[in-house]
């Protein structure tokens, strides 16, 4: 089944040790996004990729890079997590921007 | 302009009731308003959807209403189940101009069984 997959599901990482999260992709779709998404509260876009072309949210910390080596994978790089950095981070990918959005499982980051 | 504001924040409901969650927004701009149920610790998923050329959409036991000139829409599901408790996320974006989705912050929906 195409699909999005995320991993791992559930990340460790320590305060200010980088840590790297990774998506991929079997839809062969044009766009990937990361959303950080915080306890009971809605998806944030953080980035997205329209095919090699990065995108990042204004208000995206300098902290969160990301990585699109080629159609089908996405990296999320924290170059220094902090406690407020513990969230669950999801990818989706989409076709085209602002429609049909496939979201993977997500990997839950716990900073200690 | 960007908002999309979602009520109510949490629901309960019996089994067999009908849940109902409103979602208002502002920019007429807007084309694309898709529905998200989200279980615990797994991503959304896409419920469904509607444009504004329409009034209603029905899948199943979900309907959108929609209400271009109130600029609301609204996720019915019927005979809803306990399999049915989940968060739902409306969104909207403006996909002709490729504009990335706004999120609604979410129901948390309680069906008791």
């Known amino acids: 089944d195409a699909m999005v997959i995320q991993n791992p599901r559930y990340q460790v990482t320590q305060f200010g040790k980088p840590v790297t999260l990774s998506c991929s992709q079997t839809l062969n779709h044009n766009v990937m996004y990361w959303y950080q998404q915080k306890s009971s509260q809605a998806p944030k876009l953080l980035f997205h990729?329209?095919?090699?072309?990065?995108?990042n949210e204004a208000d995206t910390p300098d902290n969160f890079q990301s990585r699109r080596p080629n159609t089908s994978f996405c990296f999320l790089d924290i170059r220094s997590p902090g406690l407020g950095d513990a969230a669950m981070y999801l990818c989706a990918t989409s076709r085209g921007r602002g429609v049909g959005y496939t979201f993977g499982s997500g990997t839950r980051l716990t900073v200690v | 302009q960007q908002q999309v504001k979602q009520s109510p924040q949490s629901l309960i409901v019996q089994k067999g009731g009908i849940s109902i969650i409103n979602c208002a927004y502002e920019?007429?701009?807007?084309?694309?308003f898709p529905w998200y149920q989200q279980f615990p610790g797994k991503g959304p998923a896409l419920l469904i959807a509607?444009?504004?050329?329409?009034s209603e959409k029905k899948e199943g036991r979900f309907t959108i209403s929609f209400n271009k000139s109130a600029k609301q829409f609204s996720l019915h599901i019927m005979d809803s189940q306990p399999g049915d408790s989940a968060t739902y996320f409306c969104?909207?974006?403006?996909?002709?101009?490729?504009?990335?989705?706004?999120f609604g912050p979410g129901t948390r929906l309680s069906v008791l069984p």
């Open positions: 509607i444009r504004p050329d329409v």
């Open positions: 969104a909207a974006s403006i996909e002709n101009y490729g504009q990335n989705f706004v």
């Open positions: 920019n007429t701009a807007f084309d694309y």
């Open positions: 990729y329209y095919d090699k072309d990065f995108n």
